[in-house]
């Protein structure tokens, strides 16, 4: 009967007649176990506090606190509420049984017992305590990494924002535990032109993270300035193809003139991006044809759409976490939503604007949580 | 989500009803993955009763389409609804994956 897993468990016998407590003790003896031992509830408290046994053996009728406050005090108690409790007793009603796991026992055995029925059970139960345990550490390591990556992509992300003349900018990033990879990025060029890109990498959340990484490599190390965005999206695609399967990156890439407020467009399945004119107080999505999204196959050529901006314009890129964030209805909050937030008041600045908008976002969720990366990229011209 | 399966002259139909996103997409992902490890060649997916689709949901249909491709098959997707097909549309997959009006018509396509 002895399990050479049991080896470094131990058991807490809890007993408070002596008799009994040494046929239990012999019984449990071959199981492997270290055993300890108590004869009354208060010392069954202590020693469960202070060795942490795997699991604790525990009849009900005893002197003082008896088995049902004994085991909810456990319960109670964070430091051993995780201690699987299996109670012993001569008590064979139904209710008595269904007391005690309604206490948070996880079995009830009857006395008096069959020791090969007893050990049995402790053996299952060990073993369960045991696989739980193992999932709860490897989902801890599991979680500590996903942090780990989380600090990672957030390195990669541009220190600050650029000061540029007559342009006023703003982000807003937010990863989720289920991380997709958001990306948003800034080129500075010649004669005042920017390069805002804001990507988003689908896929699980260590691969979405590599491709996140990688589309920031390849994005700064792209060998000329990326004033075409046509251009630049193409060779994005061809590097990103060789090791994006099944995984995909869709992006925005717009390159801005910021003496004459001139934008030119292009878009791999990413939404096209939303512009508020002032003159009209009303906000659009900007339609732009586009191509599907990077590291699928190769472009024959990426559509580049021009657009051109006032004073008191707004221009936002975002990903579909803000308009896919769901509802506690399972509703989506969706482009319409975004459109009325862009048309704000005028004076915010786009900070401003930016925190009243993942305002609205998350007031809309109701609280339910994120399930995706959520970027917004806000620009306004002065 | 719910998918079901059927197989007529050849040809792999997958229903999908309900949603497809995030939480539903490694169901889907696997389900697909085992239509695959049969040799088929030509598949048939039937959105019609499909609500949402998300781009979780895609990289599931694009992970079909790569492989059909990759092993000369066939693939069509069937009755979108509009919110589908507008995905379809603005994502830029539609041009990369053939989709068709009705069941019929995809099995024109791909028969």
Request: charged share 30%; proline share 16%; hydrophobic share 20%.
């Given at each position: 009967m002895s399990d050479d897993n049991n080896e470094n468990e131990a058991l807490l016998l809890v007993d408070d007649n002596p008799t009994n407590l040494q046929v239990l003790y012999q019984t449990l003896e071959t199981t492997g176990c270290k055993l300890l031992v108590a004869k009354n509830g208060e010392t069954a408290l202590a020693i469960a506090q202070k060795a942490?046994?795997?699991?604790i053996l525990l009849d009900i009728m005893?002197?003082?606190?008896d088995g049902f406050e004994v085991c909810r005090r456990l319960k109670d108690n964070p430091d051993t509420a995780n201690i699987p409790v299996i109670f012993l007793s001569a008590l064979t009603e139904t209710k008595d049984k269904v007391q005690g796991l309604q206490l948070g026992a996880v079995d009830y055995v009857s006395k008096p017992f069959q020791p090969d029925e007893v050990i049995a059970r402790v053996n299952t139960h060990l073993t369960i305590h045991r696989l739980k345990r193992e999932v709860e550490q490897k989902k801890d390591a599991l979680e500590d990494e996903l942090e780990a990556a989380s600090d990672v992509q957030r390195r990669l992300l541009p220190k600050k924002l650029p000061e540029i003349a007559g342009l006023k900018l703003a982000v807003h990033y937010e990863t989720s535990l289920y991380a997709g990879g958001d990306y948003y990025d800034i080129a500075k060029m010649a004669d005042n032109r920017w390069g805002f890109l804001v990507a988003d990498a689908e896929g699980h959340s260590a691969p979405a993270a590599v491709m996140m990484a990688m589309t920031c490599a390849l994005f700064r190390s792209?060998?000329?300035?990326?004033?075409?965005p046509g251009e630049l999206l193409y060779f994005l695609n061809q590097h990103l193809c060789k090791v994006a399967d099944p995984s995909f990156v869709t992006a925005l890439y717009i390159v801005y003139d910021a003496n004459h407020h001139r934008l030119k467009i292009a878009r791999a399945g990413h939404p096209p991006p939303m512009i508020y004119r002032s003159a009209e107080k009303k906000a659009i999505e900007y339609k732009c044809g586009g191509v599907f999204p990077l590291g699928i196959d190769s472009y024959e050529q990426v559509p580049v759409t021009e657009a051109e901006l006032q004073p008191g314009d707004r221009l936002l890129s975002y990903t579909d976490g803000i308009t896919e964030r769901f509802s506690i209805d399972g509703e989506t909050y969706g482009e319409e939503r975004l459109l009325q937030q862009l048309e704000?008041?005028?004076?915010?600045?786009p900070q401003e604007l930016l925190t009243a908008i993942m305002k609205d976002v998350d007031d809309f969720a109701?609280?339910?949580?994120?399930?995706d990366d959520q970027a917004l990229f806000l620009a306004i011209v002065e | 989500m719910e998918i079901s399966q059927k197989e007529k002259n050849g040809i792999v139909f997958l229903s999908f009803k309900g949603r497809l996103d995030g939480k539903s997409a490694l169901e889907a992902e696997q389900a697909v993955k085992n239509i695959l490890?049969?040799?088929?060649?030509r598949l048939l997916f039937?959105?019609?009763?499909?609500e949402y689709l998300s781009s979780a949901g895609l990289r599931v249909i694009l992970g079909a389409a790569k492989e059909m491709k990759c092993r000369d098959g066939k693939f069509v997707l069937c009755s979108l609804n509009a919110y589908v097909k507008e995905v379809f549309e603005v994502s830029g997959f539609g041009t990369i994956i053939p989709i068709a009006e009705s069941v019929e018509a995809g099995i024109k396509e791909i028969a």
């Open positions: 942490s046994p795997d699991l005893m002197p003082g606190i792209y060998p000329k300035p990326p004033t075409e704000g008041d005028e004076n915010l600045e109701n609280g339910r949580p994120a399930d | 490890e049969n040799e088929n060649t039937d959105l019609e009763l499909l």
